[in-house]
């Protein structure tokens, strides 16, 4: 099947996410599970940050295909062509995930590398007759190669040492969008020439999140079918799957899809996507895996004291993910969320409880915070309908 290198834009109408775009999603799936498990096998400082590491590296491979997917037609044989390569190099990366600071550095280096080159090289050449999309590219590429520099130094370097080369690689990628891929010679990218189709952009982010809560689903499950059913362990599978549907309803609130039209309707769409979904979502991915790794460790021990490291999984996972999911909606609207304000605040109770407490109590805790941000945003939003004045996005 080919057609036109380029998605048609219809005006008043967004890209619809392909059946490509799902299947080249299944790659992450297996990459934030892998994430998780590393997580939870290393629970120190340096395991978070390592794990940390892995996962910005992650979600940097996905969503700059979420953006060239944004412009590209799914349905072109050469499209098709660069995807099936860029899954395959990504399941290359995910697999090299648990053993990326020891003896499969190089191959992670590699895969990572060459599928940021070579889907940018590939998106010079698509969008060789729009020059300011090709400018763009070309400025992109010139960062992806200097950051390369460093990914190669880090995968050849000891394991000490590493850390640093590839935290440097990553600080020069996530620089690049807020610095508009300034290049010597070539300048800067304004937003402007993002011409990014909003409601594709949004709907693509938010299936990123459905991945991230599906792995907790998933680890929810298999740790609960493994265990006996004490009534200890029902609770702790109670307050699990409750934080994720709680997860799930502050995200995909009515807030969800006013982001969307916010986004479409903007004259800037660009500046929206790079702040909102490439940005804001960081947070809340990592919350999302967090607080799996915590569900894990409630479900295996739900009672008895609880440690520094399973505190920080329990309550970090939900605090991260209201720090995004507020700045994600003061990017989008402008405004500071009072639910999810609050929220974070609450989680001060957790915090403070946790020397007398057990870790299923933590986790019917914070459980009971997202379930009330939820259900307060929720609220929010039907007075917002009752009353059209008011708009929805001030809760």
Partial sequence: MTGPMLRERIP???ARVSFLELFFDLVFVFAVTQISHALLKDLTWAGALRAALLMFAVWWAWIYTAWITNWLNPENTAVRAMMFVLMALGLVMSTSLPDAFDGRAPIFAAAYVASHVGRTAFMIWAVRRD????????R?????????????AGAGADSGVRLAFWGAALAIEYAAPAAGF??????RTPTRDWTVEGGHMAERCGLFIIICLGESILVTGATFAGLPWTPQVLAAFAAAFGGAVALWWIYFSIHAD?????????DDPGRIARLAYTYAHIPMIAGVITAAAGDELVLA???GPVGPATAWVLIGGPALFLLGALWFKYAVFGVIARARTTGLLLLVIPTAATPWTTPLGLSVMTTGVLTLVGAWEAWASLR???RPAVSPSTA
Avoid: E, M
């Fill in 301 to 303: 021990h739900p009672t």
């Fill in 182 to 187: 300034w290049v010597p010679g070539l300048g």
């Fill in 258 to 266: 006013a982001a969307r039209d916010a986004i479409s309707a903007s």
């Fill in 384 to 386: 917002a309908a009752a």
């Fill in 140 to 152: 992109v590429i010139a960062w992806k190669l200097t950051s390369a520099v460093f990914w190669f």
């Fill in 12 to 14: 008043g109408q967004h």
């Fill in 131 to 138: 020059a300011p999309l090709k400018r763009n590219f070309q």
